[in-house]
Each structure stands twice: as C-alpha cells, then as structure tokens.
Nanobody, 116 residues
C-alpha cells in the first residue's frame, strides 16, 4: 500500500504562488499514476491535475490550466503542484492521489486559502 503525505499549503493573497508537495511511501512509486484533487467547502472533490507513471502525460483542469503545473520525480517518490496566480476560488483542501491496478489512495490533505 502507498501512503501519501502532502505539504506546502498555507494562507496567501490573490496573485501569489504556492508549491504543494506529496511524498509517497511505497516501493514502486513509478507504477502509480499520480494526481491532485481539491475540495472546497460545500463542494464535491474535483480533480485538479494528473500525471502518468513516467511523467510524459499530464492533465490540468480547465479551471487551473496555464496557472498550475504538475510534475513528479520518480527517483524521490514525490509529486508536486506548482500553483501560480492564485485566486480566491482556488481556496480548498488539496489532496494528493495515487492510483494503480484498482488501488486508489489519497493523502490527508493540505489547506490552501487565498485571500482576495
């Protein structure tokens, strides 16, 4: 099983940047597709970005395209989400996700709050 620990959240002002990191405790990190989800108060969890096992295929939701960038380092078992030009509507708890062969795991989440 994979264990995921997020870090990097915080309180920022609109227009600022944040970098979220997710450290995975697993032997075969490169076997997992990785992603970031978020959940705002009163809303359903939604996907923000995803990245394939080898990092060659990435997906970013329309709402964050051009502002957020997902990347991974298979040698360090980490996946990051660089968030630029943050907006108040980006305020949410952000969850790291790992998926492989029917196994789906989420981290405990990290709070991102953007003040306008």
């Amino acid at each position: 099983q994979v264990q995921l620990v997020e870090s990097g959240g915080g309180l920022v002002q609109a227009g600022d940047s944040l970098r979220l990191s997710c450290a995975a405790s697993v032997r075969s990190f490169s076997n997992y597709n990785m992603g970031w989800f978020r959940q705002a108060p009163g809303k359903e969890r939604e996907i923000v970005a995803g990245i394939s096992r080898n990092g060659r295929v990435v997906y970013h939701a329309d709402s964050v395209g051009g502002r957020f960038i997902i990347s991974r380092d298979n040698a360090k078992n980490t996946v990051t989400l660089q968030m630029n030009s943050l907006r108040s509507e980006d305020t949410a708890v952000y969850y790291c996700y790992a998926g492989a062969d029917g196994e789906n795991r989420w981290g405990q989440g990290t709070q991102v709050t953007v003040s306008s």
